[in-house]
Protein backbone atom coordinates (compact mmCIF):
# COMPACT_ATOMS: atom_id res chain seq x y z
CA UNK A 1 0.00 0.00 0.00
CA UNK A 2 1.42 3.07 -1.05
CA UNK A 3 2.44 6.27 1.59
CA UNK A 4 0.40 8.94 2.06
CA UNK A 5 2.11 11.98 1.53
CA UNK A 6 2.53 14.35 4.22
CA UNK A 7 0.65 17.92 4.41
CA UNK A 8 2.65 20.52 5.30
CA UNK A 9 1.69 23.50 7.65
CA UNK A 10 3.21 26.89 8.82
CA UNK A 11 2.03 26.03 12.45
CA UNK A 12 0.28 22.73 13.84
CA UNK A 13 -1.93 23.88 16.82
CA UNK A 14 -3.26 21.01 19.27
CA UNK A 15 -6.11 22.11 21.33
CA UNK A 16 -9.21 24.09 19.99
CA UNK A 17 -10.53 25.33 23.10
CA UNK A 18 -10.77 28.99 23.42
CA UNK A 19 -6.75 30.23 23.40
CA UNK A 20 -6.06 26.99 20.73
CA UNK A 21 -9.04 28.66 18.67
CA UNK A 22 -8.17 32.78 19.28
CA UNK A 23 -4.00 31.31 18.32
CA UNK A 24 -5.34 29.67 15.01
CA UNK A 25 -7.58 32.41 13.88
CA UNK A 26 -4.39 35.42 14.84
CA UNK A 27 -1.60 33.30 12.84
CA UNK A 28 -4.18 33.07 9.74
CA UNK A 29 -4.79 36.60 9.88
CA UNK A 30 -0.76 36.64 9.70
CA UNK A 31 -0.92 34.23 6.47
CA UNK A 32 0.25 31.48 7.48
CA UNK A 33 -1.37 28.51 7.06
CA UNK A 34 -2.62 26.35 10.20
CA UNK A 35 -3.48 22.87 11.20
CA UNK A 36 -6.02 22.76 14.07
CA UNK A 37 -6.52 19.53 16.38
CA UNK A 38 -9.44 19.00 18.39
CA UNK A 39 -11.21 15.83 18.85
CA UNK A 40 -13.99 16.94 21.04
CA UNK A 41 -15.98 20.06 19.54
CA UNK A 42 -18.41 21.89 21.80
CA UNK A 43 -22.23 21.44 21.66
CA UNK A 44 -24.45 23.52 19.36
CA UNK A 45 -26.12 26.53 21.42
CA UNK A 46 -29.58 27.12 21.74
CA UNK A 47 -30.58 30.37 23.87
CA UNK A 48 -33.04 27.87 25.60
CA UNK A 49 -30.39 26.03 27.19
CA UNK A 50 -29.21 26.29 30.48
CA UNK A 51 -26.50 28.09 31.58
CA UNK A 52 -22.88 25.99 31.96
CA UNK A 53 -20.78 25.88 34.87
CA UNK A 54 -17.69 26.66 33.09
CA UNK A 55 -17.96 30.31 32.94
CA UNK A 56 -15.02 33.26 33.07
CA UNK A 57 -15.06 36.79 33.63
CA UNK A 58 -13.52 38.08 30.09
CA UNK A 59 -11.33 41.36 30.69
CA UNK A 60 -11.56 44.31 28.69
CA UNK A 61 -8.16 43.37 26.71
CA UNK A 62 -9.61 39.96 26.10
CA UNK A 63 -13.01 41.84 24.64
CA UNK A 64 -10.34 43.74 22.43
CA UNK A 65 -8.76 40.84 21.13
CA UNK A 66 -11.93 38.73 20.45
CA UNK A 67 -13.48 42.29 18.34
CA UNK A 68 -10.08 42.02 16.45
CA UNK A 69 -11.01 38.70 15.60
CA UNK A 70 -14.87 39.51 14.47
CA UNK A 71 -15.93 37.29 16.79
CA UNK A 72 -17.42 39.29 19.30
CA UNK A 73 -20.66 40.55 17.74
CA UNK A 74 -21.04 36.20 17.36
CA UNK A 75 -21.08 35.98 21.13
CA UNK A 76 -23.51 39.00 22.19
CA UNK A 77 -26.03 37.59 19.53
CA UNK A 78 -25.63 34.38 21.83
CA UNK A 79 -25.25 35.57 25.29
CA UNK A 80 -22.82 37.02 27.59
CA UNK A 81 -23.41 39.76 30.11
CA UNK A 82 -21.94 43.26 31.41
CA UNK A 83 -20.46 43.98 34.89
CA UNK A 84 -20.24 47.72 35.91
CA UNK A 85 -19.17 46.98 39.42
CA UNK A 86 -16.70 44.79 41.55
CA UNK A 87 -17.02 44.66 45.07
CA UNK A 88 -14.82 42.72 47.78
CA UNK A 89 -14.90 42.58 51.19
CA UNK A 90 -15.11 40.01 54.61
CA UNK A 91 -16.71 41.76 57.05
CA UNK A 92 -18.79 44.55 56.75
CA UNK A 93 -17.61 46.11 59.90
CA UNK A 94 -13.66 46.60 58.35
CA UNK A 95 -15.57 48.09 54.83
CA UNK A 96 -14.86 46.93 51.62
CA UNK A 97 -13.17 47.87 48.34
CA UNK A 98 -15.62 48.82 45.57
CA UNK A 99 -14.48 48.86 42.35
CA UNK A 100 -16.47 50.64 39.15
CA UNK A 101 -15.79 51.11 35.34
CA UNK A 102 -17.16 54.82 35.02
CA UNK A 103 -14.00 55.90 37.19
CA UNK A 104 -11.75 54.80 34.65
CA UNK A 105 -14.06 55.94 31.89
CA UNK A 106 -15.55 53.03 30.76
CA UNK A 107 -18.80 51.07 30.03
CA UNK A 108 -17.56 48.12 32.07
CA UNK A 109 -15.28 46.13 33.82
CA UNK A 110 -15.52 42.98 31.49
CA UNK A 111 -18.36 40.16 30.52
CA UNK A 112 -18.80 37.37 31.96
CA UNK A 113 -19.37 34.53 29.54
CA UNK A 114 -19.49 31.00 29.14
CA UNK A 115 -16.41 29.36 27.60
CA UNK A 116 -18.55 27.31 25.25
CA UNK A 117 -20.04 30.06 23.75
CA UNK A 118 -16.90 32.16 23.24
CA UNK A 119 -15.15 28.61 21.47
CA UNK A 120 -17.92 28.07 19.60
CA UNK A 121 -17.51 31.97 18.19
CA UNK A 122 -14.00 31.16 17.42
CA UNK A 123 -15.20 28.28 15.23
CA UNK A 124 -17.41 29.77 13.22
CA UNK A 125 -15.07 32.23 12.14
CA UNK A 126 -12.16 29.59 12.21
CA UNK A 127 -14.40 27.23 9.43
CA UNK A 128 -14.58 30.45 6.92
CA UNK A 129 -10.73 30.66 7.00
CA UNK A 130 -9.04 29.10 3.66
CA UNK A 131 -5.50 29.33 5.67
CA UNK A 132 -6.90 27.29 8.64
CA UNK A 133 -7.22 23.04 8.27
CA UNK A 134 -8.85 21.53 11.00
CA UNK A 135 -8.61 18.12 12.17
CA UNK A 136 -11.76 16.97 14.39
CA UNK A 137 -12.16 13.25 13.76
CA UNK A 138 -9.19 12.34 15.08
CA UNK A 139 -5.79 13.27 17.51
CA UNK A 140 -2.64 12.87 17.47
CA UNK A 141 -0.68 9.38 18.08
CA UNK A 142 3.11 10.81 18.11
CA UNK A 143 4.89 14.20 17.87
CA UNK A 144 8.65 13.85 16.84
CA UNK A 145 11.29 16.20 15.55
CA UNK A 146 12.46 15.67 11.66
CA UNK A 147 15.00 17.99 10.81
CA UNK A 148 13.48 21.70 11.17
CA UNK A 149 9.92 20.29 10.83
CA UNK A 150 8.31 18.79 13.68
CA UNK A 151 5.83 16.01 12.54
CA UNK A 152 2.67 14.84 13.60
CA UNK A 153 1.21 11.24 13.34
CA UNK A 154 -2.28 11.41 13.77
CA UNK A 155 -4.46 8.43 15.00
CA UNK A 156 -6.20 7.95 11.22
CA UNK A 157 -2.71 7.32 9.46
CA UNK A 158 -1.99 10.40 8.09
CA UNK A 159 0.64 12.77 8.86
CA UNK A 160 1.20 16.20 8.79
CA UNK A 161 4.56 18.23 9.12
CA UNK A 162 4.80 21.94 10.31
CA UNK A 163 7.48 24.71 11.24
CA UNK A 164 6.06 24.94 14.51
CA UNK A 165 3.73 23.59 17.23
CA UNK A 166 1.63 24.84 19.57
CA UNK A 167 0.24 23.31 22.88
CA UNK A 168 -3.22 24.32 23.77
CA UNK A 169 -4.35 21.67 24.32
CA UNK A 170 -5.36 22.18 28.25
CA UNK A 171 -3.55 21.40 32.42
CA UNK A 172 -3.27 17.99 31.33
CA UNK A 173 -1.26 18.69 28.18
CA UNK A 174 -0.04 16.00 26.19
CA UNK A 175 2.12 18.01 23.96
CA UNK A 176 4.14 19.40 27.38
CA UNK A 177 4.24 15.45 28.19
CA UNK A 178 5.41 14.21 25.03
CA UNK A 179 8.11 16.67 24.61
CA UNK A 180 9.24 16.15 28.17
CA UNK A 181 8.53 19.51 29.78
CA UNK A 182 8.43 19.26 33.66
CA UNK A 183 5.30 21.37 35.37
CA UNK A 184 4.88 22.10 38.47
CA UNK A 185 2.04 21.09 40.96
CA UNK A 186 0.47 22.63 43.57
CA UNK A 187 -2.86 21.64 45.59
CA UNK A 188 -4.20 23.88 47.84
CA UNK A 189 -6.47 21.06 49.87
CA UNK A 190 -9.65 22.50 49.33
CA UNK A 191 -12.01 22.48 46.25
CA UNK A 192 -15.02 24.63 44.53
CA UNK A 193 -18.57 24.27 44.32
CA UNK A 194 -19.68 25.88 41.09
CA UNK A 195 -23.56 26.05 40.55
CA UNK A 196 -25.87 28.07 37.95
CA UNK A 197 -28.64 29.29 39.85
CA UNK A 198 -31.51 32.01 39.48
CA UNK A 199 -31.39 34.77 41.30
CA UNK A 200 -34.28 37.58 40.80
CA UNK A 201 -33.40 39.82 43.75
CA UNK A 202 -29.50 40.05 43.38
CA UNK A 203 -28.11 43.01 41.41
CA UNK A 204 -27.17 41.84 38.13
CA UNK A 205 -23.99 44.66 37.23
CA UNK A 206 -21.95 44.12 39.72
CA UNK A 207 -20.02 40.83 40.44
CA UNK A 208 -18.73 40.24 44.12
CA UNK A 209 -16.60 38.02 46.58
CA UNK A 210 -17.03 38.10 50.20
CA UNK A 211 -13.95 36.12 52.29
CA UNK A 212 -15.30 33.74 54.62
CA UNK A 213 -13.30 31.67 57.23
CA UNK A 214 -13.84 28.73 54.97
CA UNK A 215 -13.02 30.03 51.72
CA UNK A 216 -14.31 32.60 49.07
CA UNK A 217 -18.24 32.94 47.68
CA UNK A 218 -18.36 34.93 44.55
CA UNK A 219 -21.17 35.82 42.68
CA UNK A 220 -21.08 36.25 38.85
CA UNK A 221 -24.31 37.68 37.05
CA UNK A 222 -24.67 35.44 33.75
CA UNK A 223 -27.93 37.76 32.32
CA UNK A 224 -30.74 39.75 34.38
CA UNK A 225 -32.67 36.58 36.03
CA UNK A 226 -29.08 33.67 36.34
CA UNK A 227 -26.23 34.36 37.86
CA UNK A 228 -23.12 32.28 38.79
CA UNK A 229 -22.03 31.12 42.06
CA UNK A 230 -18.52 29.82 43.02
CA UNK A 231 -18.26 28.51 47.02
CA UNK A 232 -15.14 27.41 48.75
CA UNK A 233 -14.42 25.26 50.99
CA UNK A 234 -12.53 22.51 52.12
CA UNK A 235 -12.84 19.14 50.19
CA UNK A 236 -14.94 17.14 52.21
CA UNK A 237 -17.70 19.88 52.82
CA UNK A 238 -17.80 20.68 48.99
CA UNK A 239 -18.47 16.83 48.47
CA UNK A 240 -21.14 16.79 51.03
CA UNK A 241 -22.65 19.90 49.28
CA UNK A 242 -22.89 18.64 45.94
CA UNK A 243 -24.54 15.23 46.82
CA UNK A 244 -27.47 17.64 48.11
CA UNK A 245 -30.74 17.89 45.95
CA UNK A 246 -31.20 21.19 44.40
CA UNK A 247 -33.47 22.46 46.94
CA UNK A 248 -31.44 21.68 49.88
CA UNK A 249 -28.54 22.77 48.23
CA UNK A 250 -29.95 26.12 47.85
CA UNK A 251 -31.24 26.53 51.63
CA UNK A 252 -27.51 25.81 52.13
CA UNK A 253 -26.27 28.69 50.23
CA UNK A 254 -28.41 31.16 51.07
CA UNK A 255 -27.67 30.47 54.25
CA UNK A 256 -24.17 30.55 54.18
CA UNK A 257 -23.62 33.43 51.58
CA UNK A 258 -24.67 37.12 52.40
CA UNK A 259 -28.06 38.59 52.36
CA UNK A 260 -26.59 40.41 48.93
CA UNK A 261 -27.43 37.21 46.91
CA UNK A 262 -30.79 37.13 47.86
CA UNK A 263 -33.08 34.05 47.19
CA UNK A 264 -31.70 31.32 44.97
CA UNK A 265 -33.36 28.35 42.60
CA UNK A 266 -30.03 26.06 41.53
CA UNK A 267 -30.57 24.84 38.29
CA UNK A 268 -27.41 22.77 37.90
CA UNK A 269 -23.93 21.91 40.17
CA UNK A 270 -20.36 20.71 39.77
CA UNK A 271 -17.24 21.35 41.59
CA UNK A 272 -13.72 20.58 41.05
CA UNK A 273 -10.26 20.55 43.23
CA UNK A 274 -8.33 23.80 43.99
CA UNK A 275 -5.05 23.72 42.14
CA UNK A 276 -2.26 25.45 40.36
CA UNK A 277 0.24 24.08 37.85
CA UNK A 278 3.23 25.68 35.82
CA UNK A 279 5.61 24.58 33.40
CA UNK A 280 9.29 24.97 33.82
CA UNK A 281 9.68 26.22 29.85
CA UNK A 282 7.13 27.72 27.63
CA UNK A 283 9.15 26.46 24.70
CA UNK A 284 11.18 24.06 23.11
CA UNK A 285 12.62 24.36 19.77
CA UNK A 286 9.67 24.30 16.90
CA UNK A 287 7.75 24.44 19.94
CA UNK A 288 5.68 26.93 22.25
CA UNK A 289 3.40 26.04 24.87
CA UNK A 290 0.06 28.77 25.72
CA UNK A 291 -2.66 28.71 27.88
CA UNK A 292 -3.51 25.68 30.67
CA UNK A 293 -1.13 23.92 28.89
CA UNK A 294 1.73 25.91 30.16
CA UNK A 295 -0.31 27.58 33.67
CA UNK A 296 -3.17 27.33 35.77
CA UNK A 297 -3.84 29.48 38.73
CA UNK A 298 -6.11 29.68 41.49
CA UNK A 299 -9.56 30.90 40.09
CA UNK A 300 -10.21 33.58 42.77
CA UNK A 301 -9.47 36.26 40.49
CA UNK A 302 -11.30 34.85 37.24
CA UNK A 303 -7.76 35.54 35.53
CA UNK A 304 -7.15 32.21 33.91
CA UNK A 305 -8.81 32.90 30.45
CA UNK A 306 -7.19 36.10 30.21
CA UNK A 307 -3.91 34.61 31.27
CA UNK A 308 -4.72 32.65 28.33
CA UNK A 309 -5.97 34.90 25.89
CA UNK A 310 -2.28 37.41 26.85
CA UNK A 311 -0.12 34.18 25.79
CA UNK A 312 -2.16 34.26 22.33
CA UNK A 313 -1.58 37.58 21.96
CA UNK A 314 1.86 38.10 22.94
CA UNK A 315 3.34 35.01 20.92
CA UNK A 316 1.15 36.68 18.19
CA UNK A 317 2.68 39.77 18.16
CA UNK A 318 6.13 38.38 18.66
CA UNK A 319 5.66 36.18 15.12
CA UNK A 320 4.63 38.78 13.28
CA UNK A 321 7.47 40.87 14.49
CA UNK A 322 9.59 38.77 13.42
CA UNK A 323 8.07 37.91 10.03
CA UNK A 324 8.40 41.62 9.56
CA UNK A 325 12.13 41.08 9.99
CA UNK A 326 12.42 38.42 8.26
CA UNK A 327 13.64 35.94 10.82
CA UNK A 328 12.90 32.31 11.24
CA UNK A 329 9.65 33.14 13.31
CA UNK A 330 9.40 29.39 14.64
CA UNK A 331 13.27 29.25 15.40
CA UNK A 332 14.07 29.09 19.70
CA UNK A 333 15.46 32.54 19.48
CA UNK A 334 12.43 34.03 18.38
CA UNK A 335 9.93 32.25 20.43
CA UNK A 336 12.13 33.02 23.89
CA UNK A 337 11.22 36.64 23.51
CA UNK A 338 7.58 35.12 24.09
CA UNK A 339 8.46 32.85 26.95
CA UNK A 340 10.59 35.84 28.67
CA UNK A 341 7.51 37.94 28.49
CA UNK A 342 4.71 35.96 29.38
CA UNK A 343 6.50 33.42 32.22
CA UNK A 344 7.22 36.36 34.33
CA UNK A 345 3.99 37.95 33.99
CA UNK A 346 2.32 34.91 34.50
CA UNK A 347 4.58 33.78 37.12
CA UNK A 348 3.67 37.60 39.55
CA UNK A 349 -0.03 37.05 39.04
CA UNK A 350 0.18 33.61 40.38
CA UNK A 351 2.09 34.92 43.32
CA UNK A 352 0.16 37.85 43.59
CA UNK A 353 -2.94 35.62 43.69
CA UNK A 354 -1.67 33.29 46.39
CA UNK A 355 -0.62 35.99 48.58
CA UNK A 356 -4.80 37.08 48.82
CA UNK A 357 -5.77 33.73 49.13
CA UNK A 358 -2.98 32.75 52.15
CA UNK A 359 -3.64 36.14 53.42
CA UNK A 360 -7.59 36.20 53.65
CA UNK A 361 -7.50 32.08 54.97
CA UNK A 362 -5.42 33.10 58.09
CA UNK A 363 -7.62 34.34 60.66
CA UNK A 364 -4.43 35.44 62.58
CA UNK A 365 -5.42 39.03 64.39
CA UNK A 366 -2.36 40.92 62.98
CA UNK A 367 -2.72 39.37 59.35
CA UNK A 368 -6.43 40.27 59.83
CA UNK A 369 -6.17 43.90 60.69
CA UNK A 370 -3.36 44.78 58.18
CA UNK A 371 -5.39 43.23 55.14
CA UNK A 372 -8.47 45.07 55.86
CA UNK A 373 -6.59 48.22 56.16
CA UNK A 374 -4.91 47.19 53.02
CA UNK A 375 -8.52 47.09 51.59
CA UNK A 376 -9.45 49.93 52.77
CA UNK A 377 -6.90 51.68 50.88
CA UNK A 378 -7.86 50.08 47.71
CA UNK A 379 -10.43 52.64 47.87
CA UNK A 380 -8.16 55.61 47.46
CA UNK A 381 -9.21 56.95 43.70
CA UNK A 382 -5.80 56.70 42.63
CA UNK A 383 -4.69 52.89 43.94
CA UNK A 384 -8.26 51.89 43.02
CA UNK A 385 -8.35 53.42 39.74
CA UNK A 386 -4.58 51.57 38.92
CA UNK A 387 -5.72 48.01 40.45
CA UNK A 388 -9.05 48.24 38.07
CA UNK A 389 -6.82 49.35 34.89
CA UNK A 390 -4.22 46.35 35.62
CA UNK A 391 -7.09 43.63 36.04
CA UNK A 392 -9.08 45.01 32.30
CA UNK A 393 -5.79 45.20 30.88
CA UNK A 394 -6.19 48.85 30.14
CA UNK A 395 -2.75 50.04 28.41
CA UNK A 396 -1.27 46.25 28.03
CA UNK A 397 0.11 44.48 25.05
CA UNK A 398 -2.95 44.52 22.41
CA UNK A 399 -2.53 41.98 19.24
CA UNK A 400 -0.76 43.58 16.25
CA UNK A 401 -3.13 45.27 13.28
CA UNK A 402 -5.70 46.84 16.22
CA UNK A 403 -6.26 50.31 16.41
CA UNK A 404 -8.63 51.55 19.37
Not at 211 to 226: C, E, I, M, R, V
Not at 267 to 281: D, E, R, T, V
Request: hydrophobic share 40%; proline share 3%.
Amino acid sequence: MARRRKKFYDVIICGGGMTGAAMALCLANLKLNVALLEFSLPQPFSKKQRFDLRVSALSAQTVLLLKTLDVWEDILEMRCHPYRRLRVWENPRYGDAIFNAENIEQLQLGFIAENRVVQLALWKKIKAKEQISTYCSTTWRQLKYCGDKVLVDLQNGEQIAGDLIIGADGAQSGVRREFQIPSSFYKYGQSCLVASVRANEAEKDITWQRFSKTGPQAFLPLSKDYASIVWYNQTEQINELVKLDERDLALKIMESFPNELGAVEVIQKGCFPLHKSHASNYIKPRLALIGDSAHTINPLAGQGANLGFQDVICLNNVINTALINGEDWSSQGVLKRYEIKRKIFNSIMMNAIDIIYHGFSNDVMPIRFIRNKIMSFANFPMINNSIMRYATGLGMELPVNFER
